[in-house]
């Protein structure tokens, strides 16, 4: 962190606290594993509040069960902030949420453990009145605190986060693919796989293959508990068990898995709809055998998804447009809270030395770095040498995966220098694979 810029951890929570005390507000960290009454109502109150303010209905008790126990599973941490027991109408519902966990992301060249924040709320009746900064500034503190390199979040709306030090990091496609006989591969894939229709409760080789995708994905982040029920067939949205939901794997010439689909039929009126909810593959040819096998279900017209990783289904097909593009929206954001160990564990693409000035209003990553590149990777200290390039946290996060090429963000006005800093600066970082990410928290 810079000196000048930067509060500490603990100026930071008492400002956090001190703050919400005059709003009659207090901070209270949920413990899982305390079965108290009193626990199990602030937990059960945490949970409405989450509910309520994506406007999904009241839990029941066995989805609570079933929440808890995939939180508790993650090694989730809850805070809530609630009125003081002395107000009116005060309850158990917090009037805030705010929660995190902590997955590996696959950079490209490492798995780095990383802060995932999830679950973030403020009721109607509070809202804008700061809360949310509150926490969130005080939740990446203690997350720079705890010495993770950086934090991730996917966002309901694109303009809140930035001013945190987020940017886009990862895409999806949000795609209608014509399924009738008109979706021709130039080619099957032919290596020796099959394509398994199974239980939804065979989770392990579910399993299996999500973490061979994950090991060689850019991008990818390990996924919550929660995705062992999804997968088995229970929906989160309804809470219950969902008997539409069916799934394939792909098993490769050795028999091991190496992609899955979950899908679910749907008769939409005029057309006749397979809803793809998940379509993972570890390799291309496993992500075609798997479109493939969609394409094949009878009664259908239409796969409608929202996947990470369409590619390269669009070169593979005789007739690019069976395949509709309705969306690209922003997926996974980054925020770098630590730019030496953040930066030298993803890939570099040259062999160069660039010193780069990072702004940060939150300090966390503001100074002057310097990268030093070879064989792929790179040195990166902080430094007193003159910046070539100079850009925001939130930029420096947009390109940590690749995402986005310097010339762009540098077109935009979002990356600035002489004409030849920015030059290397882009030889150095632009490369590698598209980043995908097939995991919603
Ligand atoms: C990671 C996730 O969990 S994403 C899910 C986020 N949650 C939701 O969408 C649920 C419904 N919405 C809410 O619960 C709330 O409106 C929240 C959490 C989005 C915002 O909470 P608030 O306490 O109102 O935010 P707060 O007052 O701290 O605002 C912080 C800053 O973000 C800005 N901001 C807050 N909400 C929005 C928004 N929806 N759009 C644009 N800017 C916003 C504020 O203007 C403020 O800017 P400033 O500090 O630079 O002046």
């Given amino acids: ?37 009193a626990m199990v109502h602030r937990v059960n109150g945490w949970l409405e509040a989450v509910l309520r303010s994506f406007h999904e209905k009241r839990a029941d008790d066995e989805h609570r069960a079933k929440w808890v126990a995939a939180l508790r599973a993650d090694g989730s941490r809850l805070r809530g902030v609630y009125e003081r027991g002395g107000l009116p109408f005060a309850t158990d519902v917090p009037v805030a949420t705010f929660s995190h966990l902590t997955k590996r992301l696959n950079t490209g060249s490492r798995q780095l453990p990383v802060r995932m924040i999830t679950d973030v709320t ?21 997350a720079a605190a705890q010495g993770l390199p950086l934090a991730v979040l996917t966002a309901s709306e694109g303009s809140i986060y930035g001013r945190f030090g987020f940017g886009v990091a990862t895409h999806e496609d949000a795609v209608r693919i014509d399924t009738t006989s008109r979706f021709r591969l130039r080619e099957r894939p032919d290596d020796g796989e099959r394509i398994v229709i199974v239980d939804p409760d065979a989770s392990d ?38 008997r539409a939901h069916r799934v394939a794997i792909r098993l490769d ?27 993972v593959g570890a390799t291309p040819p496993a992500r075609i055998a798997l479109w493939q096998f969609v394409a094949d279900l009878d009664l259908a017209d239409i796969a409608v998804a929202r996947t990470a990783n369409l590619d390269p289904l669009p070169w593979a097909v005789t007739d690019p447009r069976v395949i509709t593009t309705t969306g690209r929206p922003d997926h996974v954001w980054v925020r770098i809270l630590d730019v030496a160990a953040a930066l030298s564990a993803r890939p570099w693409f040259a062999d160069d030395e660039v010193t780069i000035r990072v702004r940060d209003a939150l300090g966390h990553a503001d100074g002057t770095w310097t990268v ?9 200290r902080r430094s007193a040498a003159t910046a070539d390039v100079e850009l925001d946290v939130e ?33 150095l970082t632009d490369g590698g694979p598209t980043p995908h990410c097939a995991t919603h928290f």
Avoid: C
Wanted: net charge negative.
């Fill in 122 to 142: 403020v009721a109607p009746t509070h809202r804008r009145r700061g809360i949310m900064r509150r926490l969130m500034t005080a939740n990446l503190a203690d």
């Fill in 372 to 380: 030093t590149a070879s064989g792929g990777t790179a040195v990166v």
């Fill in 205 to 242: 080789a579910v399993r299996t293959a999500y973490e061979r995708f994950h090991e060689v994905t850019r991008g990818s982040l390990e996924r919550p508990a929660y995705y062992e029920g999804w997968l088995r067939g229970y929906d989160w949205e309804e809470q219950g068990e969902d």
């Fill in 253 to 279: 010439a050795q028999g091991r898995p190496d992609g899955f689909v979950a899908w679910k039929f749907k008769d939409a009126g005029d057309h006749r709809e397979v809803s793809v909810g998940d379509l």
């Fill in 1 to 37: 962190m810079s000196d000048d810029t930067a509060m500490s951890e603990r100026e930071v929570m008492h400002l956090e606290s001190s703050d919400l005390e005059r709003m009659d507000l207090e901070v209270v960290d949920l413990d899982l594993d305390d079965d108290s009454d």
């Fill in 395 to 427: 930029a420096l996060g947009a390109l940590y995966l690749g995402d986005v090429r310097v010339d762009d963000l540098a077109e935009a006005g979002r990356i600035v220098g002489r004409a030849d800093g920015i030059r290397r600066f882009a030889q």
